[in-house]
């Protein structure tokens, strides 16, 4: 699986599918041109080999793709149906659950993973089939047995050919002696059988109970796909009717162990009621059958019953409903299902009520009662008979059946042991090839040395050719070959790889115990136990293994039934390229004799083999020669090269040595006639003794030792020319199609340690012929390991390709396969193919000859390779430093012959040996990578840059014993990441050097091998010691290095402590420049003076050695070189790096201080126009605000000034662009111009028109309107380009190409809008003149910004941030603003206000009592208000007084209040002090809080409640906090920016009080802000008893707190109380009540008292007729009565009083008298 090849596999077509559900899922899948064209191996080329991530896939037509990626890769989500969107996909939001689960939807992101596998399987052949079906066993996975058609009318397909390849070990539990690692395939091992069907609908899912059953109590893969995982509960579409099988296989661990044997369980998807022909096969070919039943009905009954005459075994499993009796399985016969089906007793299950893991335990013990001896055997070999029997499609057809019948002519004899059959059939391997390599070695070595060649050492080597000339063609071979060279592809791939299959099934049955029943299964044949049925199965099952009927049925293979594929013409491979023209291999000659044909061979094989590869590129392939052999420094070579030179010219030497080299010898060209007409020779073996006979390992077989004596067969044409057959002729050719279809070339033998040059030349020959001539460029990928290293296994998991197993012991040797690179990564790597080499074998046997051999196998595989992958064992053990010698021998070979491969190291564990084995490998790799020779000639840009081994641990399933062992789950990433490597280092070679040929890599190889052969290495090929030396060298240089490194990283620390102590002078140019160089000088010496003490370490390490080593001193010298260099390089780099880091970040840090200054102005300035206008800014506003603080401060930023940097060649280069890709290079002189001094503005000349144009305008005035036109439309466009300078430059950035680029542009349009007559000059002189113009306008702007370029460019990326940040402050500051102005006017100035009016109301009454003394007390007050009424003399005053008595009062009390107000001046004093009492107050609360909170943010409720607290407990102040509970305040900022905002607002506050104060007062308004209203505390000072007379209502006037009897200075007269109507005749109150109105005084009517007895009736006043207040009314009332009696009659509605004629002449005096004396009398 090299190269796509034209044809694939499956040469035929098939129909296509019905349009029918299964069809249309191949479409959703994209699968449907594969229906008729199948997927093929080659086709995971390009699906998994070049992969190199795990892409998920975002389509459901990637999902195929996606499944063999994964699998390919053994993920365990290999399977998965899921699909990543490439965007939200809400086309699914407006349907309903049941549209999204029925069907794909038109988003198609998910489907059933069971019909994604089975389409898949559907769309491949039969080969690909193959390959999926190993990697799923990998997995753990269940693989199809019987594939449905998509056809539903066409019978089902038995894949029996992929399970032919699923090979796997066990150790059944049997006694101790037979506990032996036991080896089958899953196609004809016999064992259990266990098919499992469902009847019925059942609540449990029958896959996962399997899958309990297939793992037991261990963590559960799921091998069996089921409806709990990702997919499954979708519907199938196309997998009803699939049959899976799962492989359970023992480790002998009875504590891990399932089962004690190996067991098949197929699963059987869907209901069996509607596939009863499925059914019917199971129950024949199954050791026992288990039928999951849910309700049933009579169809399912009677395909019940009938399951148990099939069936050997039959296991119910009850799952019914058991409310629906009536259906239960029990109930269909009896309520005794076992009795009366016959059953075995426990053969029934109830599961209803069990879970999956529960029923799963129950299955499993109930088959674990069965094992090992109560189930028959049997193989899928024979159920796949049966199968065609009853009408499905067996897989093996025609084709198949021919192969295979094939392969068994082939191994016939193999059962009398496979040393005998090699013997016989494959005689070429046998010791005379060895020898015959041991003998040229030893000639080559003589004439090495300048010594003649020892004659016995001549004849020796005749007597081998003369043997090897007498071979004939065997049998075997005649029959392999012919196999081979059919035109049916299908078939040869079959023939292939049933050999290979066959070759190790019967080694692995001679491995096995011949007492293990499971592999002989002839001890089970008279078993009583098995039903008379089964007999044909098991007759069918135990067939011999060699017999070919065993293995084929008669069924056709379905892809020959269809029409042949249409031919790629790209890779065509023609039946005519079967042939090779004889012409370029032959020329045949019988007249000299043998003897003579021996002699030339022997002096002309050195150089004529090479020459005769290649006829028709001869002249070629010695060049190529010549300048390998010179690169592998092989002296002998090269002399003889130069005599070849001397002698002739190349064709005619080469014709003559072709004349030489295939000279038939007399003998065999005249005594056998059958031998020249049959197209096939037959030769006849005979036994040559050897001196050191070969010792193949006897027991090893494989296909590559029959495709080895292929190669050996043609080989021989060069000693036996005419025994060459038509057939034997296109053996270069028939290999040719193997290696193109992925079957590897053999290289070198490593069995006999021999190279069949002419062979390989031949097939390189016919590979160049084949692939494009101009796309033939090639790179070497070697894997090189141990042979327990699995180098197979691991070049099979990277790149799908199949080598031979060394584990095998199948063959020892070099192999080689080709891979066609894809276009995308041929670009990167500069290749057009990857010849990927395994070494296979080495180190793998102890024979006497095998150092040497392993030495020689390793030197020419890394001779050969490009990339080196040194693949360490995980079974590293006490062979761990002979292993690893041979590698580092073959590293320090080539190395030594001036070529060095790129190394890889994979390590397959974690395990101390192997890590340490890595270790050494790396170091001696790394220490080889260096380059040698004169370090002038090297490449600086690629010397200094160290190439290093990359280090990947992949822990593969090739160390698993079985397939039962999981894969380790990191193990497709490692493989990823080690695919990811090899192709890096691949990109590294192109970078190293250029890609050659197939004729120069055969030209490689005949260099090495030639060294090899020669030995001319310092280092012998039995030499181990040197190697060890060398490798404990490089751990010592390396701990070495590491030590010198560490040195120099701290060296360099002290350094950058020097660069960054600089601070404010790391400006300044000339001080940086300075320190810098200085630093430089500094570390070179340093290095210097480092490395030199590490040399003079390994010069001493070396003469201490008694090793010869001077051979590597070299390379030693070389790589100290390369380290003090390198080391250098990179100190002066870092240096660099660390100077502008410093002087850009102190830019940075200057450019953020200006940035932040400039912000903080901004933001003050913002804030106070917030907080005037309390408008809120929005983001728009701020970004606008921002952006010119930005473009401010980056236009007068001080940038670091550029050095010398001239753009000229670069708007040069783009202008030359530009004149070329418009087809002006013509005017290219025009260029030169560029960059000097420009004239001052552009002029039109006439050459800028053409000849006619200016004949047209001759008249007119000598062309001067076209040439002004012109002129204007110049103007125009520099006058666009002026303008566009100009926004360039006030733009903060660099020069850039592109401003060039798009000034040409605008040139070009302009003239494309204008209509006129002009040439192509005008344009170019413009073009120059703007450009020089450029370079001029943008010198400056680059001379700016380039050296802060990268500054630039951070700060350009961060602005972003920086807006971020400045809108983040503003809205952080706004919102303490708007905070501190919330508290202010919620708590603080209600505070403030409450602390200075709260007390004034008390100020100003006690101010006015200490002024008026008729506030002084109560009487005195009563006494101001009854002068104040005598003297106003108003009625409308007497009757407020008499009838609102208080109101009366208060109001002459407010009066009093408002008139002192009005006329103090100490209001405004005492405001002012308490106004600066209370702030001074908050101030210290403020301060109080504040203390430790400098820059923090903080909740700011919790403070500020702390502030009211403190002014509280400290201050005495009452505060108002209630507004504080609401989320206003619940927020968290800077405290001290918090408290700067409240401290500014604060004092605002009291200027604005301040001045408030000062004004001009309203009283009214003053009132209203006093909490203690001053009248109503005045007033309750004066307003004394509140009880009143019962008779004329006269106030208590008693001062006295608490008195209980109450008495009034002045009692009033009747006439003034609205009740009395009668005249008053009494003088006293008392006297008037009892002659007037003897009930008038009661509280009550109707009730008549003595008038007399008034204190009995008031006993709470002392109205008596001994007072002399209560014997008459006082002269005031009747002064009042008098004067206004009238008035109050009137008021009162009733007669005027009859007063006495006295009391009408009493003066106002005598009434204030009287006054004066009743209440000083009082």
């Known amino acids: 699986m090299s190269v796509k090849l034209s044809k694939r596999l499956s040469s035929k077509k098939k129909k296509p599918p019905k349009n029918n559900a299964q069809a249309e899922v191949l479409n959703k899948l994209g699968l449907e041109a594969f229906w008729t064209t199948p997927l093929d191996p080659t086709s995971m080329l390009d699906i998994s080999t070049w992969t190199l991530e795990n892409q998920a896939p975002l389509d459901l037509k990637d999902l195929p793709h996606a499944f063999l990626q994964r699998l390919w890769l053994l993920s365990p989500d290999a399977r998965s149906p899921s699909c990543k969107p490439q965007h939200d996909t809400p086309n699914n939001a407006n349907k309903s659950p049941k549209e999204i689960i029925n069907g794909f939807g038109e988003s198609q992101c998910a489907i059933n993973p069971l019909d994604l596998v089975t389409a898949v399987f559907m769309s491949a052949n039969t080969f690909l089939q193959q390959e999926m079906t190993v990697r799923m066993m990998q997995c753990q996975f269940a693989v199809p047995l019987v594939l449905p058609n998509i056809d539903p009318e066409e019978p089902s397909h038995f894949l029996l050919w992929p399970l032919r390849s699923v090979v796997s070990q066990w150790r059944s539990h049997f006694s101790d002696k037979n506990r032996k690692v036991h080896e089958g395939d899953l196609a004809s091992t016999h064992m259990p059988v266990v098919s499992c069907v469902k009847l019925g609908h059942c609540s449990v899912s029958k896959s996962q109970v399997l899958n309990n059953v297939m793992n037991g109590l261990r963590s559960p893969h799921e091998t069996f796909l089921h409806r709990g995982i990702d997919g499954g509960q979708l519907p199938r579409r196309l997998s009803n009717g699939l049959v899976e099988i799962g492989w359970y296989l023992p480790t002998g661990d009875t504590t891990r162990d399932i089962f004690p044997v190996p067991v098949v369980i197929s699963n059987l998807r869907g209901d069996a009621s509607t596939q009863e022909k499925y059914v019917s096969l199971l129950c024949q070919v199954s050791s026992a059958v288990v039928v999951f039943c849910g309700n049933l009905r009579d169809k399912e009954k009677q395909l019940l019953a009938s399951c148990k005459n099939m069936a050997s075994k039959l296991i119910l499993i009850d799952l019914s409903d058991t409310e629906r009796n009536e259906n239960r399985v029990v109930g269909f016969v009896d309520q005794n299902l076992e009795l009366d089906m016959g059953l075995p007793r426990g053969s029934v299950l109830q599961g209803g009520a069990l879970s999956e893991e529960e029923l799963g335990t129950r299955l499993c013990d109930t088959l674990k009662d069965l094992l090992p001896d109560k189930l028959k055997l049997v193989t899928l070999e024979a159920a796949a008979k049966l199968a065609e029997e009853q009408g499905f499609n067996v897989d093996e057809g025609v084709s198949c059946k021919k192969a295979m019948a094939t392969v068994e002519e082939v191994l016939k004899g193999l059962d009398e042991g496979s040393a005998q059959f090699r013997e016989k059939q494959l005689p070429l391997q046998g010791p005379l090839w060895s020898k015959l390599a041991e003998t040229e070695k030893k000639e080559r070595k003589q004439r090495k040395e300048g010594k003649e060649i020892d004659p016995r050492l001549q004849k020796e080597k005749k007597d081998i050719l003369v043997e090897l000339s007498s071979y004939k063609m065997t049998p075997a071979m005649r029959i392999f070959t012919n196999a081979l060279f059919t035109t049916d592809k299908v078939e040869r791939t079959c023939f292939l790889s049933w050999m290979k299959l066959k070759l190790q099934l019967m080694q692995t049955k001679k491995q096995n115990s011949p007492e293990d029943p499971f592999l002989n299964p002839t001890e089970t044949e008279n078993n009583d136990r098995m039903p008379e049925h089964s007999d044909e199965l098991e007759n069918g099952a135990h067939d011999d293994l060699e017999d070919s009927d065993s293995f084929c049925t008669d069924s056709t293979f379905e892809d020959e039934q269809t029409e042949e594929q249409p031919v790629n013409t790209e890779m065509q491979i023609s039946e005519q390229q079967f042939e090779i023209d004889q012409d370029h291999i032959l020329q045949q000659s019988t007249t000299e004799p043998q003897s003579q044909q021996i002699e030339d061979l022997e002096s002309t094989h050195d150089t004529g083999i090479e020459q005769q590869l290649y006829m028709t590129q001869g002249k070629e392939i010695i060049e190529n020669k010549e300048c390998f052999r010179e690169q592998f420094a092989d002296p002998v070579s090269q002399d003889q090269n130069r005599q070849s030179g001397e002698n002739g010219t190349s064709t005619r030497q080469g014709k003559q040595q072709d004349k030489l080299e295939l000279t038939l010898d007399e003998s065999n060209s005249t005594s056998s006639a059958e031998q020249q007409v049959s197209p096939d020779v037959s030769f006849e073996h005979q036994e040559v003794s050897c001196s050191q006979p070969f010792e193949p390992d006897p027991s090893s077989l494989g296909l590559e030792h029959f495709l080895r004596e292929m190669g050996l067969i043609f080989e021989l044409t060069r000693i036996s020319p005419g025994s060459g057959s038509q057939n034997v002729l296109r053996l270069p050719s028939l290999a040719t199609d193997l290696l193109l279809y992925g079957i590897p070339l053999e290289i070198m033998d490593g069995d006999a340690s021999n190279i069949p040059i002419r062979w390989l030349g031949c097939v390189f020959a016919e590979l160049k012929r084949r692939l494009p001539q101009e796309k033939c460029r090639t790179r070497v990928l070697t894997n090189l390991g141990v042979h327990h290293a699995r180098n197979a296994e691991i070049l099979s998991a990277l790149f799908g390709v199949k080598f031979p197993e060394g584990r095998k012991r199948s063959a020892k040797g070099v192999y080689m396969v080709t891979l066609c690179l894809p276009d995308n990564l041929r670009k990167d790597m500069e290749c057009d193919f990857l010849l990927l080499i395994d070494v296979e074998g080495l180190c793998s046997d102890n024979r006497s000859n095998a150092l040497i051999y392993d030495n020689e196998m390793a030197t020419v595989a890394t001779g050969l390779s490009d990339v080196l992958m040194q693949n360490i064992s995980s079974h590293v053990g006490a062979d761990l430093e002979s292993n690893f010698t041979v590698i580092v021998n073959a590293l320090l070979r080539i190395k030594e012959c001036g070529s060095m491969p790129i190394c890889q190291l994979l390590v397959q564990d974690e395990g101390i040996n192997s890590v340490l084995q890595a270790s050494q490998l790396k170091r001696v790799s790394d220490m080889l990578q260096t380059e040698t020779g004169d370090r002038e000639t090297n490449n600086a840009d690629h010397y200094y840059a160290k190439t290093t081994s990359c280090t990947t641990c992949v822990k593969g399933p090739w160390n698993n014993m079985s397939l039962s062992e999981p894969t380790d789950t990191q193990y497709s990433e490692a493989v990823l990441k080690l695919k990811q490597n090899l192709f890096g280092a691949l990109k590294k070679c192109a970078a190293k050097s250029e890609a050659t040929g197939l004729p120069e890599f055969m030209s490689r190889l005949c260099a090495v091998w030639d060294a090899v052969r020669e030995e001319s290495f310092s280092i012998s090929l039995q030499n181990t010691d040197i190697a060890s030396a060398f490798s404990l060298l490089c751990v010592e240089l390396s701990q070495w290095e590491d030590t010198f490194l560490e040195h120099m990283e701290s060296w360099l620390m002290g350094a950058t402590s020097k660069i960054f102590a600089t601070k404010a002078k790391a400006l300044d140019p000339a001080i940086q420049k300075s320190l810098l160089s200085e630093l430089k000088d500094e570390a070179k010496a340093e290095v210097k003076a480092e490395v030199g003490k590490l040399r003079s370490k390994v010069e001493a390490y070396l003469m201490k050695d008694d090793l010869n080593m001077n051979t590597f001193r070299p390379i030693l010298m070389s790589n100290m070189d390369a380290l003090q260099e390198r080391v250098t390089e990179e100190i002066m780099q870092r240096l660099e790096a660390v100077n502008e880091t410093h002087c850009s970040s102190t830019q940075l840090q200057k450019f953020e201080t200006l940035l932040e200054k400039e912000q903080e102005s901004k933001l003050h300035t913002l804030i106070e126009n917030s907080r005037s206008t309390k408008a809120l800014l929005q983001d728009a506003e701020l970004e606008e605000e921002f952006e010119g603080v930005w473009s401010k401060l980056l236009s007068s930023f001080d940038f670091r000034p550029s050095e010398t940097d001239d753009i000229t060649a670069r708007v040069t280069k783009i202008l030359k662009e530009n004149l070329i890709n418009r087809g002006l290079q013509k005017h290219m002189k025009k260029l030169e111009v560029i960059g000097q001094n420009q004239s001052s503005s552009f002029y039109v000349y006439d050459e800028h028109f053409g000849y006619r144009s200016r004949l047209k305008h001759m008249f007119e005035d000598n062309n001067r309107l076209q040439r002004l036109e012109a002129q204007r439309v110049a103007c125009g466009i520099i006058d666009e380009y002026q303008q566009f300078v100009a926004d360039k430059s006030s733009s903060p950035a660099d020069f850039s190409d592109s401003y060039i680029t ?277 007033f309750n000072r004066v307003r004394g008893c509140e009880k009143q007379c019962p008779l004329c209502r006269a106030p208590c006037e008693l001062e006295e707190m608490g008195h209980e009897v109450h008495r009034a200075v002045l009692h009033r007269p009747k006439g003034m109380l609205p009740h009395s109507s009668c005249s008053l005749s009494s003088t006293s109150c008392c006297g008037s009540i009892t002659k007037c109105n003897p009930g008038e005084g009661k509280d009550t009517d109707d009730t008549s008292v003595e008038c007399r007895d008034l204190s009995s009736l008031y006993p709470d006043w002392s109205i008596s007729p001994e007072d002399p207040s209560s014997q008459m009314p006082s002269v005031y009332w009747r002064y009042v009565l008098a004067r206004f009696n009238e008035r109050f009659a009137r008021e009162y509605k009733q007669e005027p009083a009859k007063i006495p004629e006295h009391w009408k002449t009493i003066t106002r005096e005598e009434a204030l008298n009287s006054l004066n004396e009743a209440f000083l009398s009082d």
């Open 1302 to 1578: 798009e000034v040409l542009e605008n040139v070009e349009k302009a003239l494309k809008e204008k209509t006129m007559e002009i040439r192509s000059a005008f344009e170019v002189d413009l073009k120059v003149y703007l450009c020089s113009t450029a370079c001029q306008d943008f010198q400056k702007l680059h001379d700016r910004y380039a050296k802060d370029r990268e500054l630039l460019t951070c700060i350009s990326a961060t602005k972003s941030n920086y807006l971020a940040e400045f809108i983040y402050q503003f809205r952080k500051r706004d919102q303490c603003q708007r905070m501190a102005q919330a508290f202010t006017s919620m708590v603080i100035k209600p505070t403030v206000l409450d602390y200075i009016y709260r007390p004034l109301g008390v100020c100003i009454v006690e101010e006015i009592q200490g002024k008026a003394l008729q506030y002084r007390s109560r009487r005195a007050f009563h006494q101001s208000l009854l002068e104040e009424l005598i003297k106003e003399d108003c009625f409308e005053s007497f009757l407020e007084y008499l009838q609102s008595y208080d109101s009366f009062r208060l109001r002459k009390v407010q009066e009093t209040v408002v008139t002192h107000l009005s006329e103090s001046t100490n209001l405004d004093k005492w405001r002012q002090l308490r106004l600066g009492e209370i702030v001074g107050k908050f101030a210290a609360a403020v301060s109080k809080t504040a203390e430790g909170t400098n820059g923090v943010l903080s909740d700011a409720k919790p403070l500020l409640e702390r502030v009211c607290l403190t002014l509280e407990t400290d201050g005495d102040v009452d505060v108002t906090r209630a507004s504080l509970d609401g989320p206003l305040f619940s927020i968290t900022t800077e405290w001290d920016r918090f408290i700067t905002c409240l401290m500014e607002l604060l004092a605002a506050m009291r200027l604005d009080l301040a001045h408030e104060f000062a004004q001009n007062m309203d009283v009214t308004q003053f009132l209203q802000c006093l909490p203690i209203q001053p009248h109503d505390s005045l």
